[in-house]
């Protein structure tokens, strides 16, 4: 296997990993997991793919340094520029999510309902997933990778999408159900009797889902 093929080869693997696997199951966590530091594993699990994504973007750049067709490179060819373009846009993008992320979880725990940063980081996070699949699938498609890797790809981003989109609209049907008032009121009686119980080890309850 030559220096580039393997090149090719991983950035393939790291961005469908990141994009079709990891995004998702982090995105997820979020919904499913019980307890007051379902936030954090969600953190933890986006910066893996947020990793991740860093390293197939530094790839992919390498790439495109390396590869060309008649000496012109490929952000100068319209009909497969839009794939590095697309990628280097997220990349910038995925820069802020954790800081909105962040804010979003602070005054998530203040106010007990979603403020405007709330919104802002779900969006993007909503829009990112998908972009970043769809890009991934044309990259294959471009590329003329084998017949195998689009196969293995649909058949990964079909069972990771559909979950993900699955787990978000139960989410947020049963979020819709419940009353906003009754979602703040019961963040306002669990800080009450956390701060009653300071002096214990801390409380089992649960933060409200975001």
Request: charged share 10%; aromatic share 12%.
């Amino acid at each position: 296997m030559g220096a580039t093929t393997l090149t090719v080869f991983s950035f393939i693997a790291l961005g469908t990993i990141a994009f079709v696997i990891v995004f998702p199951i982090g995105s997820i966590a979020m919904r499913i997991i019980p307890g007051r530091f379902s936030w954090l594993i969600h953190g933890l699990i986006q910066m893996a793919g947020f990793v991740l994504y860093i390293a197939a973007a530094a790839l992919g750049i390498k790439l495109t340094q390396q590869v060309t067709f008649g000496g012109t490179s490929l952000y100068e060819i319209s009909t497969i520029n839009f794939h590095p373009i697309i990628g280097l846009v997220l990349l910038a993008i995925f820069f802020f999510q954790p800081i909105f992320g962040y804010i979003h979880h602070v005054q998530f725990k203040r106010y007990g309902i979603r403020q405007i940063w709330s919104h802002i980081h779900l969006i993007i996070g909503r829009l990112l997933i998908p972009l970043g699949i769809i890009n991934g699938g044309l990259g294959l498609y471009i590329s003329n990778s084998p017949k195998e890797f689009k196969i293995a790809y649909a058949i990964l981003a079909a069972v990771f999408g559909i979950a993900w989109i699955f787990v978000s609209v139960i989410s947020e049907s049963r979020r819709s159900r419940q009353p906003a008032m009754v979602v703040v009121e019961e963040h306002k009686l669990r800080k009450r009797s956390h701060g009653r119980n300071s002096g214990s080890r801390g409380s089992s309850d649960s933060d409200p889902k975001i």
